[in-house]
């Protein structure tokens, strides 16, 4: 059911990027299609009842020194939370970089629509 | 951009402070809590974008010139891809951590720990931080709506 | 795990609203709400390096996104192409998703990571051999740092070419015009 619900808000974003013709609203098509595949990741790795993937000083065998079993049997996976944690800050370059793709066209052109620059372009 | 009101501009200034230290603080942390390099970065880069939001553009300029900004973004890189080749001098492959196998194997959920991961945090840190502040400032100097005035953030270097 | 749910339809019902609002502005605070949710979602699903990073990046974004919107004139926008061909990428975008939803059946049910389901993974050796094998007791930094450094190296090159990349395309052509205040 939650991997219906991100399936639909990787939709919306598709959607919006399919449909709209103003160049912000497809940038921000673009920026639902990340959010949705970034929580998927994470989804994938969770555990019901799991604990962060971060050693604390009680996680540790006070004894041996080594991890405790309700640890080991109850942490979430830290690969995809790596591969999210890289993707989240590129997303924030070229949220950047298209940003100043629309604001460059903007001032060439004076709008935001891709039709009416289509036309402009003649 | 002239800035805001002295109200915003006193808060600001001592809000800074702490929102720098806490960047460092998540920096320097990476290893033992979460935080990281990468959100480190963003907020190091975020405490200088407050101060160009309350004081205008031509106050951060003094404070952090653009070159110096490229610089230490390089700079960042640059220590990155030094540490993963000292792996390969030190320890035989690319990124070997090199520190904790060998040299500094330091105690676990300690400060000095963890050997190369964190001076790549911080080397990650500064670069993400100064990269997103130089992005930050170029759309902050082509601000007019109409018209093709864009000025050349780069061309301070280059020239 | 409710408030789980209630978070994800929240952050569902703010991109339809992002997506379908007329005013420009509405949409990015809207982004601004998903991104808020998104964040809190992750604290839910045990990722706090996650929550951290999304809601500083949110902040960052969410003012380059204001900054590109609020000064401009034409903040509302006219409607949507023809009727015709929005029917038609409606229904397009609706079959993909009838037909991709059955992808998820494969998939274990929510709760049970992927990774326990099938033996020797390369998490499983993370979660039990991190400490002692990097000495980092946030095993997301050792992941990142050390078992999968290069990943990271490639996220540095990324960003390095887009931050590039934006101020190759913001630069005018006239730097006579920077010597002029304002």
């Known amino acids: ?122 | 951009m002239r800035g805001m009101t002295v109200i915003v501009k006193t808060v600001s200034s001592w809000v800074k402070v702490l929102i720098f230290l806490y960047g460092v603080y998540i920096v320097v942390f990476g290893h033992l809590t979460p935080g990281g390099g990468f959100a480190g970065g963003v907020v190091l880069a975020s405490s200088y974008v407050l101060l160009m939001l309350a004081f205008g553009r031509e106050f951060v300029e003094q404070d952090l010139p653009l070159a110096l900004d490229s610089k230490l973004d390089c700079i960042g890189a640059f220590a990155f891809a030094m540490i993963a080749i000292l792996g390969l001098v030190f320890a035989g492959s690319f990124f070997a951590n090199f520190l904790y196998q060998k040299y500094l194997p330091g105690e676990p959920l300690r400060l000095i720990s963890a050997g190369t991961i964190p001076l790549s945090n911080i080397a990650i840190g500064l670069k993400v931080g100064a990269s997103l502040f130089l992005v930050f400032f170029s759309l902050s100097i082509c601000r007019r709506g109409k018209g093709v005035t864009f000025d050349s953030p780069a061309g301070q270097e280059q020239e | 795990m409710a408030v789980f749910y209630i978070l994800l339809l929240f952050v569902i019902i703010a991109a339809i609203i992002a997506v379908e609002t007329k005013n420009l502005l509405s949409a990015v605070i809207c982004v601004g709400a998903i991104g808020f949710g998104g964040s809190l979602m992750f604290l839910f699903l045990r990722a706090p390096d996650i929550a951290i990073t999304q809601i500083v990046v949110e902040v960052m974004g969410l003012i380059i996104l204001i900054r590109a919107t609020i000064s401009r004139d034409l903040t509302f926008i006219s409607g949507d192409r023809e009727f015709f061909g929005t029917v038609v990428s409606v229904v397009i975008v609706f079959v993909i998703f009838l037909a991709g939803i059955h992808v998820f059946d494969t998939l274990p049910d929510f709760g049970t990571a992927v990774f326990t389901q099938v033996p020797d993974t390369a998490s499983q050796t993370y979660i039990e051999e991190g400490l002692e094998r990097t000495g980092a007791a946030n095993l997301v930094a050792a992941v990142i740092l050390d078992f999968r450094a290069y990943d990271t190296l490639g996220e540095a090159t990324v960003l390095f070419t887009a931050i590039i990349g934006a101020m190759v395309i913001l630069r005018g052509k006239s730097r006579k015009l920077l010597e002029d205040p304002d």
């Open chain 1, 1 to 122: 059911m939650p991997y219906a619900l991100c399936f639909l808000l990787f939709m919306i974003g598709l959607y919006c990027v399919v449909v709209k013709k103003n160049m912000v609203k497809i940038v921000i098509g673009i920026l639902v299609m990340e959010y949705a595949v970034n929580l998927f990741l994470i989804m994938l790795g969770y555990r019901m009842g799991g604990v962060a993937p971060i050693v604390g000083q009680s996680e540790l065998d006070p004894s041996t020194g080594g991890l405790l079993s309700s640890f080991l049997n109850a942490s979430v996976d830290p690969l995809p939370q790596a591969l999210v944690l890289t993707s989240i800050v590129i997303s924030l370059g070229s949220l950047a970089l298209m940003i100043s793709v629309c604001v460059r066209v903007y001032g060439k052109y004076g709008t935001f629509d891709i039709t009416e620059i289509r036309r402009l372009k003649g």
